[in-house]
């Protein structure tokens, strides 16, 4: 497999978990970006974490200062650090990697932040791990 996550599990309001993603060393390598993406019973796929080749990352607004995505280039490896989990954090995460993925900047009153690339851009994806918290 090119990407396989792990870390997932049952965890109570407020707690923490560090999900990981190990990748092959060509879909690492090949990598313009590396994603986080969840998806809920019933719900649509959203993306909750990215991080381009230089580093820079970009989370969605529900878990900006909860969670954390970051990667380990000698590793191969992605991890996105989830803190003060809720219970609609409850989801099968999935990491994905996109050997092109589009790099697009928004500034608004001078406060610019890179926009995440669509879910389409990920050419590769593991299997998921599951997060489940309880209230």
């Known amino acids: 497999a090119q990407l396989v996550e792990s870390g997932g599990g049952p965890v109570q309001t407020g707690g923490s978990l560090r999900l990981s993603c190990s990748a092959s060393?060509?879909?690492?390598?090949?990598?313009?970006?590396l994603g986080w993406f969840r998806q809920a019973p019933g719900k649509e796929r959203e993306g909750v974490a990215i991080?381009?080749?230089?580093?820079?990352?970009t989370l969605t607004d529900s878990v900006q200062g909860r969670f954390t995505v970051s990667k380990d280039n000698a590793e191969k490896t992605l991890y996105l650090l989830m803190t003060k989990l809720k219970p609609e954090d409850t989801a099968m995460y999935y990491c994905?990697?996109?050997?092109?993925?589009?790099?697009?900047?928004?500034?608004?009153?001078?406060?610019?932040?890179?926009?995440?690339?669509?879910?389409?851009?990920?050419?590769?994806w593991g299997q998921g791990t599951q997060v489940t918290v309880s209230s």
């Open positions: 991080i381009f080749y230089d580093n820079t990352t």
């Open positions: 060393v060509e879909t690492y390598d090949d990598a313009s970006c």
């Open positions: 994905a990697a996109a050997r092109v993925c589009s790099v697009r900047t928004r500034c608004t009153d001078g406060s610019c932040h890179r926009l995440a690339p669509d879910s389409t851009e990920f050419d590769a």
